[in-house]
């Protein structure tokens, strides 16, 4: 996953392969404690330079009160990190383009449940979106409307 060699890692600290001096301490203090660690995000510096995120998962053998080592686990999740990275760029380009339109905008499931007005529509009825969510499409649709609204959303 790094790219080293087996002689280049074999024997070596962990901790000189991760980025964060701060995570590696603290998970080796928890396994030394005896703690397993479970999906600990972390940041690995690959043989080419490269930065990969993984989770964490180890868990340490203690025998008679003294950490011994440990068996571990490491997932690369460097694809999903970036992915992540890039939909919220993407919500983040909506949002302040939704917000900036002079229409009022809102979003809803397929129950009718609304998740999401822009501020446009906040200022224009003087609600905050707590109220507008408590209040559902209720809070503004006719009733005459709204089995029709419902049935386009579905």
Known sequence: MLGYEPSEYIGRSV??????????????????????????????????????????R??????????????????????RVAAEAELRESEERFRTLADNIS?????????????WYNKRWLEYTGTSLEDMKAWGMDGFLHPEHRERVLTTLS
């Open 58 to 79: 180890s868990t340490p053998l203690i025998e008679n009160g003294t950490f011994k080592h440990t068996r571990c686990f490491t997932l690369d999740v460097t694809a």
């Open 15 to 56: 901790a000189d392969f991760h980025v964060d001096e701060d995570v590696i301490a603290s998970v080796m203090q928890r396994l030394t404690q005896g703690e397993p660690i479970q999906d600990q995000r972390a940041r690995l510096r690959a043989r080419d330079g490269s930065i990969r995120h993984v989770l964490i």
């Open 103 to 115: 229409i009022l905008a809102w979003t809803a499931d397929r129950t009718g449940a609304v998740r």
